[in-house]
């Protein structure tokens, strides 16, 4: 008889994980806005279009991201939040799992620009179903959050 267990591709894991993160574009809309706030945003934008099955869309001004983090960021289990076991006794942050933006990318189409202060460039990342069709510098406004 012939092994029947089969290690399921990247990308079917990926939105089978999704789904248990993401169910409805409400879901994509509160983890972005929580990662917004937790980068230290104090102006928050959210833009949706047709009840966010066209488009969601958040602009904030929060810390910003180098182009190695931007690109992390939508990897499973990639998170700023902790580093250690016991780092999760002491989260004081919104989200900390580091599965919302890979599980976003899984089932959507992504764009990202994000620039810190201390950078000339932002970065542009384009993902489509959990695959990375372009990174590349871009302009990008930043505005410090207010104390």
Known sequence: MADIINLLPDNIANQIAAGEVIQRPASAVKELLENAVDA???????????????????????????DTDARMCFERHATSKIRSIDDL????????????????????????KSRRAEDELGTFIEIDNSVIRRQEPCQAPWAPALP
């Not at 599980?103 to 764009?111: D, G, T």
Request: aromatic share 4%; charged share 20%.
């Open 40 to 66: 230290g945003a104090t102006e928050i934008q959210l833009i949706i279009r047709d009840a966010g099955k066209e488009l969601v869309q958040v602009i904030d001004n929060g810390s910003g991201m180098s």
């Open 89 to 112: 006794f002491q989260i004081r942050t919104m989200g900390f799992r580091g599965e919302a933006l890979a599980s976003i990318a899984a089932v959507s189409q992504v764009e990202l």
